[in-house]
Nanobody, 126 residues
Framework: VQLQASGGGLVQPGGSLRLSCVFS????????IGWFRQAPGKEREGVSI????????RYANAVKGRFTISKDNAKSTVYLQMDDLKPEDTAVYYC????????????????????WGQGTLVTVSS
């Protein structure tokens, strides 16, 4: 299992970025995949995931209405479209995956995901 995240950068408040995560070694059948972030001095937190079995998307409350997760099976890529970015969105963003079911309450728990890509830094600043 391999994941490669990209697309981070410096953006002004209110701006947009799209992150990409190219994955290999598995298909999304039976795997949940998503985005997590870690800001300086803070714990890693879940941002958004696509769940393995019902294919539903989940979002952290802090990003609902601003971020959109999507996937392109043909390209083995998962995207995170981030709009109306705020300084508090500044963090290293990671993509991660796991197989098997998770209860809804655990789907954004970073500790439940064993496979991680390297991070990509998003800085929101004027």
């Amino acid at each position: 299992v391999q994941l490669q995240a990209s697309g981070g950068g410096l953006v002004q408040p209110g701006g947009s970025l799209r992150l990409s995560c190219v994955f290999s070694g598995f298909t999304l059948d039976g795997y949940s995949i998503g985005w997590f972030r870690q800001a300086p001095g803070k714990e890693r937190e879940g941002v958004s995931i696509i769940s393995a079995y019902d294919r539903r998307t989940r979002y952290a409350n802090a990003v609902k209405g601003r971020f959109t997760i999507s996937k392109d099976n043909a390209k083995s890529t998962v995207y995170l479209q981030m709009d109306d970015l705020k300084p508090e969105d500044t963090a290293v963003y990671y993509c991660a995956t796991r197989s098997g079911r998770l209860v809804v309450s655990a789907q954004l728990d970073a500790a439940q995901y064993p496979y991680w890509g390297q991070g990509t830094l998003v800085t929101v600043s004027s």
